[in-house]
C-alpha cells in the first residue's frame, strides 16, 4: 500500500519525465533523419552523375584540353596521391611524438597547455587560412608553386587530428599497466613507446586514417600552395594536378565534358574517404572487442 502511494505522489512528475523524454526522442529522430535524407540525396546524386564518368580512361588519360572531348583525371590522382602521401609522411611521426608528450610529460607543464590550446585551434581554423600561411612563408619566397607547398599546407591540416587522437587515445590506458611497467624496471620513455603506445596502436591508426581522410578532399589550401597542371608530372618541386582543384575548376567550366569528369573526381574522392572512414571504425572496433 506504501509503494503504491509514492507511485500515485510521483505520478505527475513521472509523466512530466516521461512526456519530455519522448519529445526528445522524437526530435533526434526527426533530426537523424533529415541528416539521413540530405546524405542519401548528395550520395546519390554523386551516383547517378559520376558512374557514367568512370572507366579505364579516368585513370590513364590526363586532363582534357577545353572543349575537347574525351581525357580523364590520371595526372590529378597521382598529384592527388603523391601530395598526400608526403603529407601523411610529415604529420604522422610528428603528431604521434606531439601525443606522447602531451599524454605522457605534459600533465602539469604549461607548454602542454599551450600545445593543446594551439591544436584545437588548428583543428577548427579554416584551411583557406592554414593555405595563405603557406603561400606567404613558402610559396612567395621560392617564387613557384609546387606540390611540396601543397604537402606542407595539408600536413598543418592533419597533424592536430593525430595529435589530438594520440593523446585521446594514450589516456584510455589503464594507470595499472603503467605502474606494472615502472615496476619492472623499465625507463619512462620505454613505458610510453612500447607499453602506452603499443596497447593503443589501433587508435592511433585510425586516427592517422581519419587525418588522410580529413585531408584528401581539401580545396583551398591547395589553390595556393600546388595550384594545377594540365598535364602528368610527379615533379613535386613544380606545379602539381591534384584531385579537388580540377573538381573545382572542371566544375565551374561550360563543357559538358569537363563537368563529367568533375563529376567522376567528386565520386572517386567521396567513396575513397567513406572507405577510409570504415577502415578505422573497422579498426578500432576491432581492438575493443579484442
Known sequence: MKTEAIKETMNPVYRKRLLMHRVGITLSFLAMTVGLFFLLWILGTLLIKGVGAINLDIFTQTTPAPGSEGGGLMNAIVGSLLMVGAAVFISTPIGILAGIYLAEYGEVSWFAKVTR??????????SIVIGLFIYAIYVAN???????????AISLIAIPVVVRTTDNMLNLVPTSLREAAFALGAPRWRVATFVRLRAVKAGVITGVLLAVARISGETAPLLFTALNNQFYSANMNAPMANLPVVIYQFAMSPYDNWRSLAWGGALLITFSVLALNILSRSLFNQKINN
Open 117 to 126: 590550446f594551439v591544436t584545437d585551434i588548428m583543428l577548427s581554423a579554416p
Open 142 to 152: 621560392v617564387k613557384h608553386f609546387s606540390g611540396w607547398a601543397g604537402s606542407f
